[in-house]
């Protein structure tokens, strides 16, 4: 069965530093698309960054990073330089070549950035 | 210009009640999607459509029912209002119905049943 884990239900970091976040997912299928989503306190869901099954380099976009390991079926989230702005929570989600574009989400990691 | 706009933005309703959520979207996506989001934050697909098809109905109680008049609309009627069913409704949209491309949240619905 497909499944995403994000096994960290809070974190905190200090600004200014380095944060990773982790996300494992479990799936036979060997087309997927890994996101990370990010959701402030206000509620909107904001997309991260993408990471397809097939791309050979981790995607980056600005601060954030995936660090993709197919092997192991993990794909965490680095932020870089962490800001004040960066505390809420995240979710890493999968969705599958077969199904209808149907995002499967973890349950979510609550970032704390402490000045 | 928003891209995906759900109304209302709040809704509180008492129990048995039947309550209705619109979305809206100008991106020109031919996928929309409920998710519904719990009280402990989990995020779960109730339904999707392609170019006003129905292709996910997930176990969703039939006291829901979604329409979609055209690709760009998709509502979402809730009949006989249960305190269960408190949560906040997200609609979305994307490309395409194949794996791999990202969602457009709407900024969701916060649904209280009292």
């Known amino acids: 069965a497909q499944k995403i884990t994000q096994t960290q239900p809070g974190m905190f970091v200090q600004e200014k530093e380095a944060v990773t976040l982790d996300c494992t997912y479990d799936?036979?299928?060997?087309?997927?698309?890994l996101f990370w989503y990010k959701q402030p306190s206000s509620g909107e869901m904001i997309f991260l960054i993408y990471q397809g099954s097939y791309d050979q380099q981790n995607a980056t976009e600005g601060r954030y990073s995936l660090n993709f390991q197919k092997a192991r079926k993990s794909a965490n989230l680095v932020i870089s330089a962490s800001q004040l702005g960066d505390s809420a929570m995240y979710f890493c989600?999968?969705?599958?070549?077969?199904?209808?574009?149907?995002?499967?989400f973890g349950a979510g990691t609550r970032l704390a950035v402490h000045p | 210009d928003t891209a995906v706009s759900q109304t209302p933005k709040y809704l509180v309703t008492q129990m048995g009640n039947d309550k209705s959520i619109k979305c809206e979207q100008n991106l020109g996506h031919d996928t929309m999607y409920w998710y519904k989001q719990d009280s402990k934050k989990f995020l779960k697909i109730m339904f999707s459509y392609n170019n006003k098809e129905l292709i996910i109905n997930e176990t969703v109680p039939n006291r829901f029912s979604p329409k979609s008049p055209d690709k760009a609309h998709l509502n979402l009627h809730i009949n006989s209002l249960e305190l269960g069913d408190s949560a906040v409704y997200f609609c979305a949209s994307s490309h395409s119905r194949v794996a791999n491309y990202g969602y457009t949240f709407g900024s969701g619905t916060r649904l209280t049943v009292v």
């Open positions: 989600a999968m969705s599958l070549s077969g199904g209808y574009n149907k995002l499967i």
């Open positions: 799936t036979s299928d060997p087309s997927y698309g």
